[in-house]
């Protein structure tokens, strides 16, 4: 069983389309996330929803905007999309937001804007 | 504010050689420590942790122990395999803050 699934794989699309990437759990976890990795490898945290609710709302532009209709799914709309947004986008999970628990991460999502 | 810091790669090494990949941080406080690793093509997965001063984390043959009097948790494995080759990310996170705060990645590259 898929822990941490994501949709789609790969998405390729034209620079000021809309998109949407999926993410469900499986794990029965209460926190989700969304990150964005560049293609030097660099992790950076986007948001984060703790049962339902937002807690961590980096930097990133108004154009991203999650939306978790439940505890086992966190969505990721991006309007007008850039060139720049161009990365692997994973989705994460973990149980509570204690310190020691570990974040389950899915198989991501490369996004290409041409 | 809080930060790690590892080592740049891409490190290179030949089958069966010792591995260590350098991780230190900054904190304010008592931080539980991570090793993910992200094998070409997938998602991370935690590696190893460690929560309080002086603990060992191990798996798969690697090691890292929480030192935090030089701030640091070093992974180490003694003798490497082609299927090591991966991106290794060392992160921490404190109690007063709900995200993990990651280093750059270390790209390891393993040579038959």
């Known amino acids: 069983d898929t822990a941490v699934s994501q949709t789609p794989k790969y998405l390729v699309t034209q620079m000021g389309n809309d998109k949407s990437i999926k993410c469900e759990q499986n794990l029965g976890h209460d926190t989700m996330y969304w990150y964005k990795q560049d293609s030097k490898k660099f992790l950076k945290i986007m948001f984060s929803?703790?049962?339902?609710?937002?807690?961590i709302n980096e930097t990133v532009p108004n154009r991203f905007s999650p939306k978790s209709p439940d505890k086992a799914h966190l969505n990721l709309h991006i309007n007008s999309l850039e060139l720049g947004d161009s990365a692997v986008y994973f989705c994460a999970s973990s149980q509570g937001t204690v310190t020691t628990y570990e974040q389950y991460f899915g198989p991501g999502t490369r996004l290409t804007v041409t | 504010g809080d930060s790690v810091t590892q080592m740049e790669g891409p490190v290179t090494l030949s089958e069966e050689a010792f591995l260590t990949i350098n991780c230190t941080y900054t904190?304010?406080?008592?931080?539980?420590l991570f090793w993910y690793v992200q094998y070409p093509g997938e998602g991370l997965q935690l590696l190893l942790k460690?929560?309080?001063a002086d603990d060992k984390g191990s798996n798969k043959g690697f090691e890292a122990t929480y030192r935090k009097e030089t701030t640091s948790f070093h992974l180490e494995k003694g003798s490497v395999q082609v299927s090591d080759s991966a991106v290794y990310f060392c992160?921490?996170?404190?109690?007063?803050?709900?995200?993990?705060?990651w280093g750059a990645g270390t790209k390891l590259i393993i040579k038959p």
């Open positions: 904190a304010t406080g008592y931080p539980s």
């Open positions: 992160a921490l996170r404190m109690d007063s803050n709900y995200q993990l705060i």
């Open positions: 929803y703790n049962n339902k609710e937002l807690i």
């Open positions: 460690a929560t309080k």
